[in-house]
């Protein structure tokens, strides 16, 4: 199975992330056109600033470690915003029911972090309905989730290969993490790990399946593709919504 971040069409974009306080060779790439941008900040020696009304979303008590996740999550969003041509003075805020990130007016996207690197997508709201987008660490999660996240269906395919099982759960979970980050705000009820099925659609994607009860807010799973890439001991997922014709 080919899982390594491969080179897509926005490579040449790509190249000129800004990463902490110097350039770096990204460690994925995006698999869509450059209507949709994808950001990577890393820690670096600096903290990265946050606009005034984003740093007021953290409370007083926030954690050190939660203030570098929210402010290296906030530049890997500017920085995908700035791909689009927006302002650094648009602020990423926060939906008020949730922790979902707000956008500037016009655009949509998903922040992830974890540890010390953090990305997001952003598109204009013409080109995508939702987006979501999830990091995780390979050798993080050790304790077996797949009951808990997985249909009957996506066992099978998890156990079908014995060395790769732990891999495959773990590819799973992040890809519903951000197809999580794609759909939930489309959806007026809560959609479950149990609610869709994610099936290969080949060796870097699945095809969503939504359970009968949400058919009618989400398109089919032929417009519904999560791709994901894994590199340098990192999952990346990434989940578009493409606009109603
Ligand atoms: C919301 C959730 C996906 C966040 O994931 P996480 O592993 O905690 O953290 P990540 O680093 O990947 O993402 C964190 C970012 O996600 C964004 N986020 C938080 N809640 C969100 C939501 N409801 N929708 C979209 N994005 C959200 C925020 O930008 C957050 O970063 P910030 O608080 O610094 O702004 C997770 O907490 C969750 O609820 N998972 C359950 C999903 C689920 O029920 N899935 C069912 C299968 S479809």
Redesign the pocket.
């Known amino acids: 199975m080919d899982v390594h971040g491969s080179p897509g069409v926005n490579q040449q974009l790509q190249k000129d992330i800004r990463v902490g306080n110097m350039y770096s060779t990204p460690m994925f790439y995006s698999p869509y056109g450059p209507e949709i941008a994808l950001a990577e900040t890393r820690l670096s020696g600096e903290p990265h600033a946050l606009l005034p009304e984003e740093a007021a979303l953290l409370p007083s008590s926030a954690s050190p470690l939660r203030r570098v996740?929210?402010s290296i999550?906030?530049a890997a969003a500017h920085s995908a915003l700035a791909q689009l041509g927006v302002s650094p003075s648009a602020a990423v805020l926060?939906?008020p029911e949730?922790?979902?990130?707000l956008w500037p007016g016009g655009f949509i996207g998903?922040?992830?972090?974890?540890s010390e690197r953090?990305y997001a997508l952003a598109a204009d709201s013409t080109h995508a309905r939702g987006l979501?987008?999830?990091?995780e660490m390979v050798n993080d999660r050790h304790i077996d989730i797949s009951k808990r996240?997985a249909t009957a269906e996506e066992i099978t395919w998890i156990e079908q290969s014995p060395k790769l099982k732990s891999l495959r759960m773990l590819l799973l979970f992040s890809a519903?993490?951000s197809?999580?980050?794609a759909?939930?705000?489309l959806l007026t009820d809560?959609?479950?790990?149990h609610?869709?099925t994610l099936l290969p659609r080949d060796e870097s994607s699945f095809r969503a399946h939504v359970s009968q009860r949400f058919l009618g807010q989400l398109p089919s799973a032929e417009e519904i593709t999560i791709h994901y890439a894994i590199d340098q001991g990192y999952i990346l997922s990434m989940c578009r919504v493409l606009p109603l014709d």
């Open positions: 996740e929210f999550g906030r926060r939906v949730s922790r979902a990130p998903s922040i992830t972090h974890k953090a979501g987008i999830d990091l996240i519903k993490e197809f999580y980050k759909v939930s705000p809560h959609i479950g790990f609610d869709v």
